[in-house]
């Protein structure tokens, strides 16, 4: 897929006379001019391109998808923030050399980033990953630290100190998403499809809210999706993806990793995303980890693996919605309802504990 398919530019040839004539050009890295933009497998949400210079540099270029959503302006500008804040932790993640909110270029934000040198996982996994299980097992760990590290970054000392509200951040999101997915059931056909735990786990999770911990950066939507392993070494190669990040407590990004973990005694109806799975930790093996490596109180996490099942499970049913009115591959509307479904009952699983 090109640009033009989504944002309206003319064909390739256009996209790289955009590129070339874009002033912020000459700051990055490499020489000569933009030869090839090639299409990188990514997120559902966005578009990925690999951008070559004429000298061999390779980057990142990153745009919203065709439909562009009300705030996709501001998502790109506060993930240009985040990132640039990062630049100086220990928190793996690819560097940003452009965030560009003026839309005279493409027609829409963009940004350039470094090409990290991983893979994104999913599916079948390659090389040693798919042959030891050692490599799942320590991979996994590096994940859950690539979170603890970025629980530990204060973003106060960062710039970030007004990246959100943290002060009832807890609070919020129940009534924030349930509003949301309220909001579907104005689409007749969405209405029908609605799963009938919807109000249930919202109340549960109102009536049980804990005190919430020690504000950090949530990353906000952390799973396989958004994260790349390194070819060489069981090791999270980066953290990608930051449109959701906000300021709240950061025990919500590790409950959200876990929503992709399967253990025995979890509902039936989604196998595991990464094969093989044998090898992996248990949850608790991680909360565990995470716990030590952060010190914060991991006590009431069964009350955030229900949030971020909830959480979760509103957003995709927003890309179920969207597809729904066309506005998205049906196919993978139908695939994130179908995982929602099984969020809804892994959320119920967890209240009955």
């Not at 958004?226 to 990608?240: C, G, K, T, Y």
């Not at 919605?321 to 009952?345: E, T």
């Amino acid at each position: 897929m090109s640009t033009r398919e989504t944002h309206g530019t003319d064909d390739t040839a256009a996209d790289l006379d955009r590129l070339n004539s874009w002033s912020g050009l000459t700051d990055l890295p490499g020489d000569g001019p933009v030869t090839a933009l090639e299409p990188l497998t990514g997120g559902a949400q966005n578009l990925l391109f690999v951008l070559r210079r004429a000298d061999g540099a390779e980057l990142v270029l990153r745009l919203p998808g065709r439909h562009l959503k009300a705030g996709a302006s501001d998502a790109f500008r506060r993930e240009g923030r985040v990132l640039g804040a990062l630049a100086s932790t220990d928190v793996p993640h690819p560097r940003l050399y452009a965030s560009v909110q003026d839309e005279a270029v493409f027609g829409a934000p963009f940004s350039v980033l470094e090409k990290i040198d991983g893979f994104m996982p999913r599916g079948q996994l390659p090389g040693r990953y798919g042959e030891d299980p050692e490599w799942r097992r320590e991979v996994s760990f590096a994940l859950v630290e690539g979170a603890a590290r970025l629980a530990a970054v204060d973003p106060d000392a960062h710039g970030l100190a007004d990246l959100g509200r943290p002060e009832g951040w807890l609070e919020r999101q129940t009534p924030k998403y349930l509003k949301v997915l309220h909001g579907y059931r104005a689409d007749p056909a969405y209405a029908e499809s609605e799963n009938p735990h919807v109000d249930a786990v919202a109340d549960w999770l109102v009536a049980h809210a804990p005190k919430q911990g020690a504000t950090g950066i949530v990353h906000g939507d952390l799973q396989f999706a958004n994260v790349m392993f390194a070819h060489d070494a069981p090791r999270l190669a980066a953290i990608v993806d930051w449109e959701m990040a906000s300021l709240g407590d950061p025990l919500l990004d590790l409950a959200w990793i876990l929503t992709a973990w399967r253990e025995p005694g979890d509902p039936p109806g989604s196998a595991p995303q990464l094969q093989p799975w044998d090898g992996m930790p248990s949850r608790a093996e991680l909360v565990a980890y995470y716990a030590e490596r952060t010190g914060r109180d991991v006590s009431a996490f069964r009350w955030y693996q229900v949030l971020a099942c909830f959480r979760l499970a509103a957003l995709l049913e927003g890309s179920h919605a969207r597809a729904l009115a066309g506005k998205m591959n049906p196919k993978l509307g139908v695939a994130f309802h179908a995982y929602a479904g099984w969020l809804w009952a892994k959320a119920r699983q967890e209240m009955a504990a």
